[in-house]
């Protein structure tokens, strides 16, 4: 990203980005375990990138919203990019490779990432995860 100035969310520059709580539900009987499992950590990382908007003038590192339990990826977006993506409540940003094709399509594509829309009973649950 060469002299481009980065930021973290909440102002962090490491891994720890404090406390944060998870507003998810936690009964969703017409969602599988493992797609309601994928759509929660989307909405998680979801909810942590909505803790600490991004900043005007920069590029933003935040965290990919994918729904790879392991993942702690960073996406560069600029704050246009970042409102685009949140416009919708079942889109996400995620680092490039990181879609899981049976629970959403990629519906754009960077150079720093993608952006993937949920479907079926997953566009549910993050619609029901959408943070206020």
């Known amino acids: 990203m060469g002299n481009v100035p980065t930021r ?18 936690t009964s ?7 797609e309601r499992r994928i759509a929660e950590n989307e909405a998680y ?17 935040m965290f990919c919203e994918c729904g790879r339990l392991d993942c ?9 990019e970042y409102e685009a993506v949140r416009s919708s409540a079942t889109t996400f940003a995620i680092a490039p490779g ?6 959403e399509s990629v519906v754009e594509t ?5 952006v993937v829309e949920k479907e079926g009973d ?5 619609i029901e995860t959408e943070p206020v």
Do not use: C, K, Y
């Open 45 to 61: 990382w979801r909810q942590v990138n909505e803790l600490s908007p991004p900043e005007p003038g920069v590029l933003n590192l």
């Open 122 to 126: 997953a566009a549910r649950v993050a």
């Open 72 to 80: 702690r990826e960073r996406v560069a977006m600029t704050v246009a």
């Open 98 to 103: 990181h879609a899981i094709p049976d629970v």
């Open 110 to 114: 960077t150079e720093r990432f993608e």
């Open 28 to 34: 969703l009987p017409s969602v599988d375990e493992r």
């Open 8 to 25: 973290l969310p909440g102002g962090q520059s490491g891994e720890t980005i404090g406390a944060s709580t998870r507003a998810v539900p």
